[in-house]
């Protein structure tokens, strides 16, 4: 029940396309949901985030959408570019952050 | 403001040793959280300190233990290294409430032979 889940492990674009991470939870205590984005040799950085009475939240071209019934919740990447490859991990709070196995993206010119 | 500083960079053990990873948060965050990262397994909680108590903890062997000072500074301790410790642990701090932003540090990569 403390577990997230994340898909897919792996995601290959092309620049100007649109990314697509998903992350499904089953404990209905998780009241916090943010992404965090990780380069190579970095540590994770918090990108966006979203609480569960709100169905979309939007910063720049990066949204998240978040359907409480079905207790899912995705990242959606719009013109993605090179500089966002990355590896991109879900994650679900209500006191301490449970983090998904992460998604492994990369955006070709 | 200087960010989250995490020591060793690197670090090689021999199996049945011990190792201490040191953590600096961020000025002013009283939460610092440590996590174990494997690929695969992605990022896994080891435990949280608030304020030089242990606030919260993940499902560790007692093997891994931590502790934070008055001045928020924290290090992680793991004992009788095995091989499957072998990992990048990351430290992350708060100012502790739910929504907080995590701030991570760049990590200690660890290995175990």
């Known amino acids: 029940q403390q577990q997230v889940k994340q898909s897919p492990q792996s995601l290959i674009v092309q620049k100007g396309g649109i990314s697509i991470i998903n992350c499904a939870y089953e404990?209905?205590?998780?009241?916090?949901f943010p992404w965090y984005q990780q380069f190579p040799g970095k540590g994770p950085a918090l990108l966006i985030a979203?609480?569960?009475?709100?169905s979309e939240k939007k910063e720049g071209r990066f949204t998240i959408s978040f359907n409480k019934s079905a207790k899912q919740f995705s990242l959606h990447i719009m013109d993605s570019q090179p500089g966002d490859s990355a590896t991109y991990f879900c994650?679900?709070?209500?006191?301490?952050?449970?983090f998904g196995t992460g998604t492994r993206l990369q955006v070709f010119p | 403001k200087a960010g989250v500083t995490q020591t060793p960079r690197y670090l090689i053990k021999t199996r049945g040793q011990q190792v201490t990873l040191s953590c600096s948060p961020i000025s002013g965050h009283r939460s610092v959280s440590w996590y174990q990262q494997t690929p695969g397994q992605g990022l896994q909680f080891l435990f949280e300190?608030?304020?030089?108590?242990?606030?919260n903890k993940g499902n560790f062997p007692g093997r891994f233990s931590g502790r934070q000072f008055s001045n928020s500074r924290s290090e992680m301790n793991v004992s009788t290294l095995e091989l499957g410790d072998s990992a990048l642990y990351l430290c992350?701090?708060?100012?502790?409430?739910?929504?907080?932003?995590?701030?991570f540090g760049n990590g200690t990569r660890l290995t175990v032979t």
């Open positions: 404990n209905t205590a998780f009241d916090y």
């Open positions: 979203i609480r569960p009475d709100v």
């Open positions: 994650a679900a709070s209500y006191y301490k952050l449970i």
């Open positions: 300190y608030f304020s030089e108590t242990q606030r």
């Open positions: 992350a701090s708060s100012q502790g409430n739910v929504e907080s932003p995590l701030h």
